[in-house]
């Protein structure tokens, strides 16, 4: 936890973004992408090992997620303006999230689907990248902006052992090799 406060966490013209699952592949990037943009970063670890990393890649604030409310309102008691829904249960993710603010889910593929439809902003996130997009990754990532975690890479025989790993308080993407 970079910031020493338990107060709003908001800085100058910035927005405070939680991301719920910020361990992950997704997560790591998306940490790294909203600190780049401005915004006090929550961003939850299971482990002490991966919020450390989560600070490292630009979160402001790396909370253990098993006492989620209490994490967040301890840093941001007013709560969150958005919120990354990666991992976890969307119901309690979005009590944690400001009168009109959003809450964008990977795991949830319809906004009637989400929970406090009439407060917040529900924004599914579409897993269908184009060429543009990925091209303007790949240049951030080529321009050392933006790194990719590799957690462990297996070769594509044991496979079996990457699904076993997901989940696991992994940090980073697991990678399976084609050859």
């Not at 949830?108 to 406090?116: E, G, K, R, S, V």
């Not at 240049?139 to 699904?163: C, K, N, P, S, T």
């Amino acid at each position: 936890d970079r910031a020493g406060d338990t107060g709003s966490t908001r800085r100058s013209g910035g927005r405070t973004v939680l991301i719920v699952g910020a361990t992950g592949g997704v997560g790591t990037l998306l940490v790294q992408l909203a600190a780049a943009g401005g915004a006090t970063v929550i961003a939850t670890g299971r482990t002490e090992e991966g919020r450390a990393v989560l600070t490292g890649l630009g979160a402001t604030h790396a909370v253990d997620y098993s006492d989620l409310t209490a994490a967040v309102r301890a840093v941001a008691r007013d709560g969150v303006d958005a919120a990354a829904h990666l991992a976890g249960d969307a119901a309690e993710i979005a009590p944690l999230i400001v009168d009109g603010g959003t809450l964008a889910s990977a795991l949830l593929y319809a906004p009637q689907l989400f929970p406090d439809g009439g407060r917040i902003t529900p924004a599914p996130i579409d897993g269908s990248p184009t060429a543009e997009s990925i091209g303007r990754l790949a240049e951030l990532v080529e321009q050392g902006r933006l790194r990719v975690i590799v957690h462990r890479e297996h070769e594509f025989a044991q496979v079996h052992q990457a699904f076993a790993q997901f989940g696991r308080e992994t940090v980073g993407n697991l990678v399976v090799l084609i050859r």
